[in-house]
Protein backbone atom coordinates (compact mmCIF):
# COMPACT_ATOMS: atom_id res chain seq x y z
CA UNK A 1 0.00 0.00 0.00
CA UNK A 2 1.37 3.22 -1.37
CA UNK A 3 -0.31 6.46 0.39
CA UNK A 4 0.33 10.36 -1.30
CA UNK A 5 -0.17 13.06 0.38
CA UNK A 6 -0.32 16.91 -1.90
CA UNK A 7 0.69 19.87 -0.04
CA UNK A 8 1.11 23.72 -1.26
CA UNK A 9 -2.32 24.19 -3.25
CA UNK A 10 -3.41 28.14 -2.44
CA UNK A 11 -5.15 31.08 -3.57
CA UNK A 12 -2.52 33.04 -5.88
CA UNK A 13 -3.35 35.79 -8.64
CA UNK A 14 -3.11 35.38 -12.34
CA UNK A 15 0.57 35.54 -13.01
CA UNK A 16 1.72 34.27 -9.93
CA UNK A 17 3.89 30.77 -9.17
CA UNK A 18 3.06 27.73 -6.66
CA UNK A 19 4.75 24.34 -5.91
CA UNK A 20 2.93 21.26 -5.26
CA UNK A 21 4.59 18.38 -3.27
CA UNK A 22 3.36 14.89 -3.42
CA UNK A 23 5.14 12.88 -0.39
CA UNK A 24 4.70 8.94 -0.89
CA UNK A 25 4.81 6.92 2.16
CA UNK A 26 4.28 2.82 2.93
CA UNK A 27 4.87 0.88 0.09
CA UNK A 28 7.71 2.12 -2.11
CA UNK A 29 9.28 0.89 -4.93
CA UNK A 30 12.62 1.64 -7.48
CA UNK A 31 10.98 1.84 -10.87
CA UNK A 32 7.98 3.82 -9.81
CA UNK A 33 6.51 6.69 -12.10
CA UNK A 34 5.02 9.33 -10.51
CA UNK A 35 2.45 11.99 -12.84
CA UNK A 36 0.50 14.96 -11.85
CA UNK A 37 -3.25 15.41 -13.10
CA UNK A 38 -5.73 18.39 -12.11
CA UNK A 39 -9.53 18.17 -12.52
CA UNK A 40 -12.18 21.66 -12.63
CA UNK A 41 -15.36 21.32 -11.49
CA UNK A 42 -17.75 19.73 -14.13
CA UNK A 43 -14.34 18.31 -16.38
CA UNK A 44 -12.37 15.01 -16.90
CA UNK A 45 -9.72 14.44 -15.05
CA UNK A 46 -6.44 15.96 -16.81
CA UNK A 47 -2.81 14.69 -17.44
CA UNK A 48 -0.57 17.74 -16.75
CA UNK A 49 2.93 15.61 -16.43
CA UNK A 50 4.69 12.62 -15.18
CA UNK A 51 8.39 11.55 -14.20
CA UNK A 52 10.33 8.86 -14.36
CA UNK A 53 12.35 7.08 -11.87
CA UNK A 54 15.78 8.67 -12.84
CA UNK A 55 14.10 11.95 -13.14
CA UNK A 56 15.93 12.36 -16.58
CA UNK A 57 13.05 11.29 -18.62
CA UNK A 58 9.46 13.68 -17.81
CA UNK A 59 6.33 14.25 -19.79
CA UNK A 60 3.71 16.97 -20.18
CA UNK A 61 0.42 17.33 -21.18
CA UNK A 62 0.13 20.55 -23.36
CA UNK A 63 -2.01 23.10 -21.48
CA UNK A 64 1.34 23.22 -19.22
CA UNK A 65 4.53 22.75 -21.40
CA UNK A 66 6.29 25.21 -20.97
CA UNK A 67 4.86 26.94 -17.73
CA UNK A 68 4.79 23.65 -15.17
CA UNK A 69 7.65 21.85 -14.02
CA UNK A 70 7.79 18.34 -12.18
CA UNK A 71 10.59 16.96 -10.31
CA UNK A 72 10.74 14.44 -8.03
CA UNK A 73 13.48 13.88 -4.84
CA UNK A 74 13.89 9.89 -4.21
CA UNK A 75 15.60 10.28 -1.49
CA UNK A 76 12.39 11.75 0.36
CA UNK A 77 9.70 9.73 -1.96
CA UNK A 78 8.46 13.47 -2.76
CA UNK A 79 7.25 14.88 -6.62
CA UNK A 80 7.21 18.35 -7.13
CA UNK A 81 5.36 20.55 -9.41
CA UNK A 82 6.61 24.08 -10.23
CA UNK A 83 3.89 26.05 -11.57
CA UNK A 84 4.83 29.47 -13.08
CA UNK A 85 2.56 32.00 -15.14
CA UNK A 86 -0.68 30.78 -13.40
CA UNK A 87 -3.90 31.35 -15.57
CA UNK A 88 -7.40 31.45 -13.93
CA UNK A 89 -8.04 28.09 -15.88
CA UNK A 90 -5.26 26.59 -14.07
CA UNK A 91 -8.06 26.80 -11.05
CA UNK A 92 -8.84 22.78 -10.45
CA UNK A 93 -8.11 20.32 -7.79
CA UNK A 94 -5.02 19.18 -8.28
CA UNK A 95 -3.97 15.38 -7.60
CA UNK A 96 -0.65 13.51 -7.65
CA UNK A 97 -0.43 9.68 -8.72
CA UNK A 98 1.98 6.60 -9.09
CA UNK A 99 2.71 3.93 -11.29
CA UNK A 100 4.17 1.35 -9.52
CA UNK A 101 6.22 -0.74 -11.78
CA UNK A 102 6.28 2.36 -14.93
CA UNK A 103 5.96 -0.19 -17.73
CA UNK A 104 4.88 3.39 -19.73
CA UNK A 105 7.60 3.98 -22.73
CA UNK A 106 5.39 6.97 -24.11
CA UNK A 107 3.51 9.98 -23.16
CA UNK A 108 0.58 8.46 -24.12
CA UNK A 109 0.54 6.06 -21.78
CA UNK A 110 1.15 8.77 -18.91
CA UNK A 111 -1.40 10.34 -19.67
CA UNK A 112 -4.01 7.22 -18.71
CA UNK A 113 -5.94 7.48 -15.64
CA UNK A 114 -5.58 3.38 -15.61
CA UNK A 115 -2.38 3.57 -15.48
CA UNK A 116 -1.61 4.56 -11.93
CA UNK A 117 -2.37 2.49 -9.06
CA UNK A 118 -2.79 5.08 -6.57
CA UNK A 119 -3.53 8.67 -5.79
CA UNK A 120 -3.64 11.70 -3.38
CA UNK A 121 -6.73 13.08 -2.15
CA UNK A 122 -6.10 16.22 -3.99
CA UNK A 123 -5.17 19.73 -3.10
CA UNK A 124 -7.44 23.19 -4.37
CA UNK A 125 -5.49 25.73 -6.22
CA UNK A 126 -7.15 28.83 -7.21
CA UNK A 127 -6.18 31.30 -9.49
CA UNK A 128 -7.81 34.67 -9.30
CA UNK A 129 -8.01 37.02 -12.26
Known amino acids: QVQLVESGGGLVQAGGSLRLSCAAS????????MAWFRQAPGKEREFLAA????????YYGDSVKGRFTISRDNAKNTAYLQMNSLKPEDTAVYYC??????????????????????WGQGTQVTVSS
Open 97 to 118: AVDIYDYCSGAGCYQKLAQYDY
Open 26 to 33: GRTFSSTA
Open 51 to 58: IKWSGGTT
